[in-house]
C-alpha cells in the first residue's frame, strides 16, 4: 500500500538526487512546497522552467551562458588578457575566482575531475577541447586552478601531461595557511603546502 501519493514521492526522489540533499532534507523542502502558498511553489517551477531554457553552456570555454549568447560574454570580453588560460572544474569556480577581481584571462570548464570511484575519465571531461584550445588560440600561460583533492590533483597530473609539447607555461594556484588562520590548528599537509609556496618578503 502507498503511504504518500507518488507526486509527493516523485518531489522527494528528484530533490534527493540533487548534490549534497539526502533524504530527509529531500522530504522536508517536499512538504515545505506542500504547506506554502500555491504560487511560491509555482514560482519555483517556473523558476527551473526558466532556468533550462535560458541558459546554455559557451561552445568555447564551455562556461554558463544565456540563451543565445554563444561565445559567452567572457570570452567575447577583447580587454582579457588572452595569454592567460585559467582551468576550472565548475562554473561555479569562474564566480569565485571573478569575485576576487585578480584574474583578467580567459577561462575554460572541464565540467568535473577524474575520479575513477565515480566512472569519471578523461574523455567525461572538456580536454580535448581545452588541448584544441591551446593549440588554436596560441595561449603564454594555463593556470590549472583545480579543487584540492585527490579527485583534483589526478585531474592536474594528467592535464600537465597532456599539455607537455605545447609551448605553454603551466602554473598551479598557490596553496596554504588561510588568511586569518591559526598555525596550530593547520594539518601537516596544509602546513607542507605553505612551506612549499614560501615567497620573498
Given at each position: 500500500?502507498?503511504?504518500?501519493?507518488?507526486?509527493?514521492?516523485?518531489?522527494?526522489?528528484?530533490?534527493?538526487?540533487?548534490?549534497?540533499?539526502?533524504?530527509?532534507?529531500?522530504?522536508?523542502?517536499?512538504?515545505?512546497?506542500?504547506?506554502?502558498?500555491?504560487?511560491?511553489?509555482?514560482?519555483?517551477?517556473?523558476?527551473?522552467?526558466?532556468?533550462?531554457?535560458?541558459?546554455?553552456?559557451?561552445?568555447?570555454?564551455?562556461?554558463?551562458?544565456?540563451?543565445?549568447?554563444?561565445?559567452?560574454?567572457?570570452?567575447?570580453?577583447?580587454t582579457?588578457?588572452?595569454?592567460?588560460?585559467?582551468?576550472?572544474?565548475e562554473?561555479?569556480?569562474?564566480?569565485?575566482?571573478?569575485?576576487?577581481?585578480?584574474?583578467?584571462?580567459?577561462?575554460?570548464?572541464?565540467?568535473g575531475?577524474?575520479?575513477?570511484?565515480?566512472?569519471?575519465?578523461?574523455?567525461?571531461?572538456?580536454?580535448?577541447?581545452?588541448?584544441?584550445?591551446?593549440?588554436?588560440?596560441?595561449?603564454?600561460?594555463?593556470?590549472l586552478?583545480?579543487?584540492?583533492?585527490?579527485?583534483?590533483?589526478?585531474?592536474?597530473?594528467?592535464?600537465?601531461?597532456?599539455?607537455?609539447?605545447?609551448?605553454?607555461?603551466?602554473?598551479?594556484?598557490?596553496?596554504?595557511?588561510?588568511?586569518?588562520?591559526?598555525?596550530?590548528?593547520?594539518?601537516?599537509?596544509?602546513?607542507?603546502?605553505?612551506?612549499?609556496?614560501?615567497?620573498?618578503?
Amino acid at each position: 500500500m502507498r503511504i504518500m501519493p507518488l507526486p509527493v514521492e516523485r518531489l522527494i526522489d528528484a530533490f534527493a538526487r540533487l548534490p549534497g540533499i539526502g533524504p530527509k532534507t529531500a522530504s522536508r523542502l517536499t512538504f515545505f512546497l506542500l504547506r506554502s502558498a500555491e504560487a511560491e511553489a509555482l514560482e519555483l517551477a517556473r523558476a527551473l522552467q526558466d532556468m533550462r531554457r535560458g541558459t546554455g553552456f559557451c561552445s568555447n570555454c564551455f562556461n554558463i551562458t544565456a540563451a543565445g549568447i554563444d561565445p559567452c560574454n567572457l570570452c567575447q570580453d577583447e580587454t582579457r588578457d588572452a595569454d592567460l588560460i585559467c582551468v576550472v572544474e565548475e562554473p561555479l569556480d569562474v564566480i569565485a575566482i571573478e569575485k576576487t577581481s585578480r584574474y583578467h584571462g580567459r577561462y575554460h570548464v572541464l565540467h568535473g575531475a577524474i575520479s575513477p570511484v565515480e566512472g569519471v575519465g578523461p574523455d567525461d571531461l572538456r580536454i580535448d577541447e581545452l588541448i584544441a584550445r591551446l593549440s588554436r588560440e596560441g595561449f603564454k600561460e594555463i593556470i590549472l586552478a583545480m579543487n584540492p583533492t585527490m579527485e583534483g590533483e589526478a585531474t592536474a597530473m594528467f592535464l600537465k601531461r597532456r599539455v607537455e609539447g605545447i609551448p605553454v607555461r603551466v602554473t598551479r594556484l598557490a596553496r596554504g595557511l588561510p588568511s586569518g588562520g591559526d598555525l596550530e590548528y593547520a594539518d601537516a599537509n596544509t602546513i607542507s603546502q605553505a612551506l612549499d609556496g614560501r615567497q620573498e618578503m
